[in-house]
């Protein structure tokens, strides 16, 4: 108990690290930008691109501190994302969080439904198909290993032309009910189910030759419970695990499926700051994905002493 005591700090310790990490190189590239940074804010608001007298810039580079140190910066940027400050949109003269909070619901429903999806398609294909017989069983990690495979910009193009332009089943752009969550959510998730199956099938059928499965079967408990109430249970270990890579690459994946099918969120928000280069805000998206890789990370370790009774003491 002792040892699993002082895990859980080092693991803050560890995700504290991360965040901080994210925030320095965010901190970085806003600094080591080409371009002065009070020139880069003038021209966006007035639309213009030209040279800047110092008696314009000089508000400016007084109002966002850009004439003190690096250091010092730095330490008021982090300083001020304890705070929850993430900085001030260039372009739209809004606090980054508050630009953020305005889209990150819909990339939230949108992440969490591709992840709840993918892991619902990935146990219809691993309880349905895998030890069912070769040809059943080469069905199954053929399809897991043809959706692993699928870029997302191209999986999303094709949902959207075949169900929502020919057969006309779901809006074509900017749906923001459930209807319109169906197709960005298949986008993200039919991947993710490949390469969560990939590493749930392998495991699977190790537990299929286990002695406590053996003995299940010997006591008369059909097909159907040995898989669910057994195998199932410590086969989807390594899927778990990589449910804390996934949920923050759907964050990023997220960007396209939001880009091609119009939804308002966090990727429309990302792709119009890059256009425009107002760093802060990319900065601010880069943190919270940052953040979500943290925290899904800290619940992977959490669901597994919650599955696995042996990690609890580890």
């Known amino acids: ?14 995700a504290l690290t991360v965040l901080l990490g994210a925030a320095t190189v965010t901190f970085l590239a806003q600094v080591l930008m080409p371009g002065d940074r009070a020139t880069l804010i003038l021209n966006l608001n007035t639309g213009q691109t030209i040279a800047r007298s110092e008696t314009e810039l000089g508000p400016i580079n007084e109002r966002f501190g850009f004439d003190d140190p690096v250091v010092v910066q730095y330490l008021h940027y982090v300083g001020g994302l304890l705070h929850g400050d993430l900085g001030t949109s260039y372009q739209l ?3 980054v969080l508050s630009v953020l909070a305005d889209q990150v619901v819909p990339t939230v429903l949108l992440t969490l439904g591709a992840l709840v999806v993918a892991w619902v398609l990935m146990l219809a294909l691993t ?10 069983s080469a ?4 399809l897991e290993a043809l959706f692993a ?3 997302h910009y191209w999986l999303g193009v094709i949902l959207l032309v075949v169900f929502a332009v020919n057969l006309r089943w779901f809006p074509v752009i900017g749906g923001t009910g459930l ?3 169906v197709l960005p959510v298949l986008t993200l998730a039919i991947p993710l189910a490949g390469f969560l199956g990939q590493v749930t099938r392998d495991e699977f059928g190790k537990t299929l030759d ?6 299940a079967r010997m006591r008369g408990m059909g097909d159907t419970g040995v898989r669910v109430r057994h195998a199932l249970r410590h086969s989807v270990l390594p899927a778990i695990t990589l449910s804390g890579w996934a949920l923050g690459a759907l964050f990023s994946g997220a960007v396209i499926a939001e880009t091609i099918f119009g939804r308002p969120g966090l990727g429309q928000v990302l792709v119009a700051a890059v256009n425009s280069r107002d760093l802060p805000v990319v ?6 994905v940052a953040l979500v890789y943290v925290i899904a990370n800290l619940l992977v370790d959490l669901a597994y002493r919650l599955i696995d009774p042996r990690m609890r003491d580890a």
Request: glycine content about 12%.
């Open 1 to 14: 108990m002792k040892t699993a005591t002082l895990k859980i700090p080092l693991k803050l310790l560890g």
């Open 93 to 95: 003269r809004k606090p």
């Open 127 to 136: 309880l349905l198909t895998a030890r069912r017989g070769r040809t059943v």
């Open 139 to 142: 069905l199954g990690s053929g």
């Open 149 to 151: 495979s699928l870029p």
């Open 179 to 181: 209807r319109g969550l």
């Open 210 to 215: 286990q002695p406590f499965v053996v003995s």
């Open 283 to 288: 900065s601010g998206v880069v943190i919270v």
